[in-house]
């Protein structure tokens, strides 16, 4: 398995509820984010939270962080048929290469969510 | 502000021609340029990381001479897949990191909108 698993890979639920994405990672990280992209399109930053957080809000967002468990969930409150998008992770960490560090992002597989209206 | 473009939005291509993408940084200058790959209905996968002024730098399991990238100028990057199969069509994306903010816990990449390349 690869950095970045999400879970579910297919979440559908009804306009009004919450929708909880987890994501789960092997490395150490900098920082870890969430997208969201709709069919076909390119990429909208959602939320960024730091190694060093555990919990970070943006708007109906709710993001957590256990770096314990190597773990994170993207929480959706009161969602709407708007919200009906693929969303990922992606972990920032430092790789190495031919002796040069960078950092690199590495993206999880996606939540397909659907928002019934 | 930090808006990053891709051209063209969709190409067409005959198999065995090269096509060209292009990603700029429209209001920042970025040392940094990334492409990526996206399959439908599957995920980003990183293909390489561009450094203004030198060699990219391939995932493993990506062919250097079939991708090729150049980081010519701070706000420019291409990206030309020779030789192109039916096997690349794909979505084709790019991002770039702001040379100026460079914070590895706050860092955020500016995607672009993405190239699909259909070749036929």
């Known amino acids: 398995s690869q950095q970045g698993e999400e879970d579910p890979q297919a979440l559908s639920i009804q306009e009004g509820e919450n929708a909880t994405m987890n994501c789960s990672y092997k490395?150490?990280?900098?920082?870890l984010q969430w997208y969201r992209q709709n069919s076909g399109r390119g990429l909208v930053h959602l939320i960024l939270i730091r190694s060093n957080e555990r919990e970070k809000h943006s708007g109906r967002l709710r993001v957590t962080l256990d770096t314990s468990k190597k773990s994170s969930s993207l929480l959706i409150t009161a969602s709407r048929a708007a919200d009906t998008a693929s969303y990922f992770c992606?972990?920032?960490?430092?790789?190495?290469?031919?002796?040069?560090?960078?950092?690199?992002?590495?993206f999880g597989q996606g939540t397909i969510l659907t928002v019934h209206p | 502000g930090a808006v990053v473009s891709q051209h063209p939005s969709w190409v067409i291509c005959k198999s065995g021609t090269s096509v060209k993408i292009e990603c700029r940084s429209l209001?920042?200058?970025?040392?940094?340029m990334f492409w990526y790959r996206q399959f439908p209905k599957q995920s980003l996968m990183l293909m390489a990381t561009s450094n203004e002024g030198s060699k990219a730098t391939y995932e493993q399991g990506v062919e250097k001479d079939k991708f090729l990238i150049n980081h010519a100028s701070l706000t420019l990057s291409t990206l030309t897949v020779t030789s192109a199969h039916p096997e690349d069509s794909s979505f084709y994306i790019c991002?770039?990191?702001?040379?100026?903010?460079?914070?590895?816990?706050?860092?955020?990449?500016?995607f672009g909108p993405g190239t699909r390349l259909t070749v036929l």
């Open positions: 991002s770039a990191r702001d040379r100026w903010v460079f914070n590895p816990f706050t860092d955020t990449q500016y």
């Open positions: 992606a972990t920032d960490a430092w790789y190495n290469a031919g002796g040069t560090s960078y950092g690199k992002l590495t």
């Open positions: 209001d920042f200058q970025a040392t940094t």
């Open positions: 490395t150490s990280i900098n920082n």
